[in-house]
């Protein structure tokens, strides 16, 4: 439990960070992934709503 309470927070440039090496490894093994993204990532990356979230919820497939 101690784990979690050491979460940084992701602020935009990290969360594309996160999601640009994601990119990457798929790349690198020829997958392909849908990644639907929710709260307050897709407020803190798309609409400059939060400065900054302690996690990605998202649903991919």
């Keep these: 439990m101690d784990a979690l309470n050491n ?3 992701m602020d935009k440039s990290k969360l594309l960070q996160i999601f ?4 990457e490894r798929l790349k690198e093994n020829q997958l392909q992934l849908e ?3 929710y709260d307050g990532s897709i407020m803190t990356m798309v609409y400059d709503n939060r400065p900054a979230t ?3 919820d998202c649903v991919f497939s």
């Design 7 to 9: 979460i940084k927070l």
């Design 20 to 23: 640009d090496y994601l990119n």
């Design 35 to 37: 990644i639907t993204i």
């Design 54 to 56: 302690k996690d990605i």
